[in-house]
């Protein structure tokens, strides 16, 4: 392997105005390339739309770091005894399917699409306290607080700790530029585990119509162990918002970057659905991709693999693949067909698709229809990227015209007078 290229993962990946050129040339030079971690270690990163979703499915590619040979460190290792706690992310079947079952009929279509009304009543809320101001920060006004309300609900987590979850949350998903940054993940990590069972705790002495309160019964009934029970809470409050935040923040971004297609996006609001979905392919919150490991030799895409490697699937590229789309490197709102992969693909298809993608739907919306003259307040390169596995806006700062609404709700914007 001495002629193998080995690239460099740049540092900042996650924190550029635009990663896809670098994925491009991976792409370009071949199916899977060899990418040095931050972390340290290496890893094949899987970059075209056709072997990644073959990879999603692949008999000998597990979620579980405790794979034998997987260069996982202990600590990293899913499992009791202060270790990372396992969840769906990171078991297979049968515990993953276990698991899976245990909340996913609170996610299905039907019981999302009846929180509708919640959502917009959330979103309105938000809205309201910066339509008159004429200027706001879209991530910390509206793109953030959305979800977070919206899971905390689902959850029973109370929405006023939002402050100390998201701060655990944000060093959690922290890229392991350096040993005190993945220190200070993991013990972000502890610190929102101990958090939550104390909530679930509560919940068994005062039981609610909530999802914690379901884990926690289901941790009386030994279907889950206090590690699981751990796992699960802290993948559905950090996943249930952290990629949402990601998806409204960048697809407002993208359409005040794309003013055609934003106009056409006013005008025609059934566009909506088909918008959120392009916005997940265009440059959705998952772009690096899910991390997979080799439980024995094989081969991809006419790469050898040795048991025990470690395999990223870069769904990001494979979004921009031009062998699976036309015109990959074009926004549009109206793309008919778009079989992204920005949620996942297979058993480990995303739980929360339907919700994501309504509260998109709603919140990009909402934001047009009640913010008149929406733009930009800062030059596109003075824009501040998240420093998080997760591609997301830190801060996006609008101006649009002030409107204020009557106090019975009837929806007739008022123009504020400055």
Request: with cysteine; charged share 25%.
């Amino acid at each position: 392997m001495s002629d193998l290229v080995i690239h460099q993962l740049p540092a900042d990946i996650e924190r550029r105005r635009d990663p896809y050129p670098w994925l491009d040339r991976l792409r370009r030079s071949g199916p899977v390339q060899r990418v040095e971690l931050r972390g340290g270690g290496h890893a094949w990163l899987v970059t075209r739309y056709d072997d990644v979703l073959a990879a999603t499915a692949h008999p000998s590619l597990s979620s579980d770091p405790r794979t034998p040979g997987s260069p996982a460190s202990p600590s990293a290792r899913p499992g009791g005894d202060g270790r990372r706690p396992p969840s769906m992310l990171t078991t297979d079947p049968p515990d993953h399917t276990r698991l899976r079952q245990l909340v996913s009929r609170a996610f299905t279509p039907r019981r999302v699409a009846a929180l509708r009304p919640r959502v917009q009543q959330i979103a309105d809320g938000l809205l309201d306290a910066v339509a008159p101001l004429g200027r706001a920060d879209l991530i910390a006004d509206f793109a953030l607080p959305l979800p977070v309300a919206v899971i905390c609900e689902l959850l029973g987590v109370p929405f006023e700790d939002r402050a100390r979850f998201s701060r655990w949350s944000a060093e959690m998903l922290s890229p392991p530029v350096a040993p005190a940054v993945a220190a200070a993940a993991e013990q972000a990590r502890a610190d929102l585990g101990e958090y939550l069972c104390g909530l679930v705790v509560r919940k068994r002495a005062e039981p609610a119509d909530d999802l914690l309160t379901a884990l926690a019964a289901a941790g009386e009934e030994n279907r889950l162990s206090d590690a699981e029970l751990a796992g699960t809470a802290i993948l559905l409050l950090v996943a249930g918002h952290e990629t949402t935040v990601g998806l409204i923040g960048t697809g407002a971004l993208l359409l005040l970057l794309h003013p055609a297609q934003l106009d056409r996006l006013r005008r025609e609001p059934a566009l909506l659905p088909s918008a959120v979905e392009e916005f997940l392919r265009y440059d959705g919150p998952v772009m690096l991709g899910v991390v997979r490991y080799a439980r024995e030799d094989l081969e991809l895409a006419g790469t050898a693999i040795a048991a025990g490697e470690t395999v990223v699937l870069s769904t990001g590229a494979a979004n921009r693949d031009p062998g699976r789309f036309a015109r990959p490197e074009v926004l549009d709102v109206a793309r008919a067909h778009n079989p992204h992969l920005a949620l996942g693909h297979g058993l480990h298809y995303c739980l929360g698709a339907a919700l994501a993608r309504l509260e998109g739907e709603v919140a990009i919306g909402t934001l047009l229809r009640r913010l008149p003259a929406l733009a930009l307040a800062v030059d596109e390169e003075h824009l501040r990227w998240r420093p998080s596995v997760l591609r997301g806006l830190a801060t996006l700062p609008v101006t649009f015209t002030p409107v204020a609404f009557p106090a019975d709700r009837d929806d007739r914007p008022r123009v504020v007078e400055r």
